[in-house]
Nanobody, 122 residues
Framework: QVQLVESGGGSVQAGGSLRLSCAASGVAFSNVCMGWFRQAPGKERERVATINGYAMTAYSDSLKGRSIISKDNAKNILYLQTNNLKPEDTAMYYC????????????????WGQGTQVTVSS
């Protein structure tokens, strides 16, 4: 049974930093694509960062230059470090995993966490 549990969200002021964590179990963590998504009220879900089974990363334009996605294969934890947070970063953040090492392509994500809320005040 696959479980993804996010943590690390909270309320911060603009310009601050947060590191989100996603503890994974039941999935071949080191070999699959994993991603971070976010959804703000009234907006569509946005894919913000991915890391594939070969440790190649990709970022949305909204987070590029401010965020780093990484994973600790020994601990099965996925991270998203974001600096210089902006009010528009306010959203529920979710981690997700595919059953494939590749993040590109048409297959969707198979497993999702429950999310962790990030609120950035100006």
């Amino acid at each position: 049974q696959v479980q993804l549990v996010e943590s690390g969200g909270g309320s911060v002021q603009a310009g601050g930093s947060l590191r989100l964590s996603c503890a994974a179990s039941g999935v071949a963590f080191s070999n699959v694509c994993m991603g971070w998504f976010r959804q703000a009220p009234g907006k569509e879900r946005e894919r913000v960062a991915t890391i594939n089974g070969y440790a190649m990363t990709a970022y949305s334009d909204s987070l590029k230059g401010r965020s780093i996605i990484s994973k600790d294969n020994a601990k099965n934890i996925l991270y998203l470090q974001t600096n210089n947070l902006k009010p528009e970063d306010t959203a529920m953040y979710y981690c997700a995993a595919k059953s494939s090492p590749f993040c590109s392509g048409g297959d969707g994500y198979d497993y999702w966490g429950q999310g962790t809320q990030v609120t950035v005040s100006s």
